[in-house]
């Protein structure tokens, strides 16, 4: 691996750790990113590597809300399942969360297995990224302006309905069929519209992130056949640490301004993306 090997799998792990959690889409940047500074690898691998790098953007939340995410334990168990014996370890509202989880995955699981493959040679192009990138940039301003004197009905996850939950993993599941919706983008977009605040929505949407895109990866790893020198594995594990800590302050930093602001800023980015998107493509400068 080569110095400019080594940079370049840094900036892919930098973009990577922004772009997974803002709703800008990732998909979208990493096609950017390709057409103009490209890794020195097969197509095979640099799709395996762009799942590996999205792993280290995932551990960021594991590792970030541990806490709110492991469901046994004595201290600070709130909502025990039983007041004795092995009940005591169980947390019985972390259960609920991830049953409700489970919930929203259903569509994306069912959706993903079944038309993977196929979804990706239909829609994976210049044309359908740019669109859905204008499409929900228009969409976060659109329901921003409608929801912005309207107090949100939900402002916990906990308070997350199962209904609720199912209809998020439905939004997401937009992202799962067109690229450049972005996950995140949809989920939010999609929650906010229901009544659920942008923490409650935002924070969801990091947790239901965690089986679904680990789920993801290891259907495109267990997918892979090719052989991996150490060269390239070098590579993956830069980019995938470069992820996690980017990750883990974008995550942070977008938790905190959410808390002030809403995500009309996101929504014109996405225009103005989109836009430049179609201009790359119909120059045949966008490579995919």
């Known amino acids: 691996m080569t110095v400019i090997d080594f940079i370049i799998s840094i900036v892919y792990g930098i973009v990577e750790g922004i772009t997974e959690w803002l709703p800008v889409s990732s998909t979208g940047h990493m096609i950017l990113l390709n057409s103009f500074l490209k890794l020195n690898m097969s197509e095979e691998f640099y799709e395996l590597y762009l799942v ?6 995932i551990l960021a939340v594991v590792v970030l809300y541990w806490k709110e995410l492991w469901p046994f334990g004595i201290k600070d168990n709130k909502h025990p399942w039983k007041k004795e014996g092995i009940g005591r370890w169980v947390k019985a509202d972390k259960f609920v969360m991830w049953f409700k989880i489970l919930v929203a995955c259903i569509p994306a699981v069912i959706v993903g297995v079944l038309f993977d493959d196929y979804l990706d040679e239909l829609f994976y192009n210049w044309v359908c990224v740019s669109i859905m990138l204008i499409i929900f940039g228009i969409a976060f301003i659109v329901v921003e302006r409608w929801v912005k004197d309207k ?13 609720q939950a199912f209809l998020i993993g439905a939004f997401q599941l937009i992202a799962a069929v067109f690229p450049g919706t972005s996950r995140s983008g949809s989920t939010i977009v999609g929650s906010l519209g229901i009544g659920i605040s942008r923490v409650a929505a935002a924070k969801f949407t990091f947790f239901l992130a965690v089986p679904v895109m680990m789920g993801a990866s290891l259907l495109k790893i267990l997918k892979y056949e090719g052989d991996v020198t150490g060269s390239e594995i070098a590579m993956l594990a830069i980019g995938m640490v470069v992820a996690f800590v980017v990750s883990w302050f974008v995550i942070k930093k977008l938790m905190a301004y959410i808390r002030k602001h809403d995500f009309t800023v996101f929504g014109w980015y996405r225009i103005v993306a989109g836009v430049l998107f179609l201009i790359l493509g119909i120059a045949g400068l966008l490579k995919m």
């Open 52 to 57: 590996v790098i999205q792993l280290g953007a």
């Open 151 to 163: 107090e949100p009905n939900v402002k916990t996850i906990d308070e997350i309905s199962y209904p």
